[in-house]
């Protein structure tokens, strides 16, 4: 067995051990103990490309959260995660609260969710939360493909607040920057020499109507990082330079409507010896193509759905595109993970949800993807067909929490 399978194997089984005893002495009583909540769900899917079905385990989210006294809470959540290799487990938001004025002003230091507009800072690892069976592919966290630094490892202050007529609220935060690659995100060193920010505003209006608007920026380290004792950061690391993110989103939800629409545009600056290199499907070596070009990466889903009693049907569409293979979202990883955004991709994604009880529901979900070209012609492997490529996939899920 490979040792990385052992290692993710073994703390899983570790962290698995220490919530099972916390489990044993949680009490229903919140007054008493700390209740262990979570979700999880599990999917049939069949994939055209390949005419294949099969029964799918996803995220097994464990959560808790207590409040101390007026003032201080905390919260932990650790997500079990299968795939090819096993189950890993990864703790996701661990951080304390402190509040200071009411709802104006929450200081929270540990690690959260990256402020990068709604549904990033709303849905986070429990499927049965949000009505889709999937996340759109811009909201997708980092281990799971994500292009987005989902995460960040740092201090946050957030608020909100009756103004006019509506609520304003707001969300700054000071964090490890990206670390050498995307995935995984720096919560334990911090690769550069200056912090990540990320900024958010929003403003809810009392018809049901929220707008808002995000900033993130960071330093890129590059393939030059090494961490404390002067140890390397990682066996293959991304190019050295800068990312900076604006978004913008528009919500609308009613007791009949769900209207859920982002945009998230990236913009990655490379120093002039930075280097693009790609990793071909199915190898474990990386081949240099040559230097990284700045690159402008445009992210966009809208999604829409109608509350029909216990039925939800819905749509989304989104849109993925950027003008060059961007150097650090496709360098690979250690562990051989294959590499992100290329070209432009369009999802069209249809469903129904169906609430099978308050903490319970099956939904169906079919999605149609339409890419400019195909993976393997944008990855530069000879012979490759450059035609468009396209596919669709089906998934049954059921999503339930405790």
Not at 26 to 38: F, Q
Not at 112 to 130: K, V
Not at 299 to 308: A, C, D, E, W
Request: proline share 5%; charged share 15%; glycine share 10%.
């Amino acid at each position: 067995m490979p040792s990385f399978q052992r290692g993710h194997r073994a703390k899983a089984f570790s962290l698995l051990s220490i919530f099972i005893f916390a489990a044993l002495g949680a009490r229903a009583d919140v007054t008493e103990g700390v209740p262990l909540r979570g979700f999880a769900d599990f999917s049939v899917i069949h994939e055209a490309a390949d005419d294949s079905d099969s029964f799918q385990l996803h995220e097994v989210d464990f959560f808790v959260a207590k409040q101390i006294d007026d003032t201080v809470s905390f919260l932990i959540e650790l997500c079990f995660q299968p795939s090819f290799d096993g189950v890993g487990a990864d703790l996701e938001r661990t951080y304390v609260q402190y509040r200071v004025n009411s709802n104006w002003l929450k200081i929270s230091g540990g690690r959260f969710h990256t402020s990068l507009g709604y549904w990033n800072d709303t849905f986070h690892h429990g499927g049965y939360l949000q009505t889709a069976a999937t996340r759109p592919v811009m909201e997708r966290f980092e281990d799971a493909g994500g292009l987005l630094p989902t995460h960040t490892t740092g201090v946050e202050l957030r608020g909100n607040g009756p103004m006019s007529n509506g609520i304003f609220g707001y969300i700054v935060s000071v964090g490890n920057g990206r670390g050498p690659v995307k995935d995984p995100p720096a919560f334990y060193y911090d690769y550069n020499k200056s912090k990540s920010l990320a900024a958010l505003a929003y403003y809810e209006f009392n018809n049901g109507l929220r707008t808002g608007v995000n900033y993130y920026h960071s330093d890129l380290p590059g393939g030059g990082s090494r961490g404390p004792d002067g140890i390397p950061s990682a066996t293959i690391v991304g190019p050295a330079g800068g990312e900076s993110i604006y978004g913008a989103h528009a919500v609308y939800q009613t007791a009949a409507i769900e209207w859920l629409t982002e945009y998230q545009h990236m913009e990655h600056t490379y120093k002039n010896n930075a280097q693009l290199s790609l990793m071909s499907v199915g190898s474990s070596t990386a081949t240099v193509v040559g230097p990284a070009q700045s690159t402008h990466i445009d992210l966009l889903y809208s999604q829409l759905g109608y509350h029909l009693g216990q039925y939800t049907p819905y749509m989304r569409f989104e849109l993925n595109e950027t003008d060059n293979v961007d150097a650090y979202l496709n360098a690979p990883t250690a562990d051989g993970e294959i590499p992100g955004l290329l070209g432009t991709t369009r999802y069209y994604v249809a469903g129904m949800r169906y609430e099978l009880s308050p903490a319970s529901a099956l939904k169906f979900e079919a999605t149609y993807v339409d890419s400019r070209a195909s993976i393997l012609e944008q990855l530069k492997i000879a012979g490759a067909d450059p035609a468009r490529h396209s596919d669709w996939s089906t998934n049954l899920n059921w999503s339930y929490g405790w």
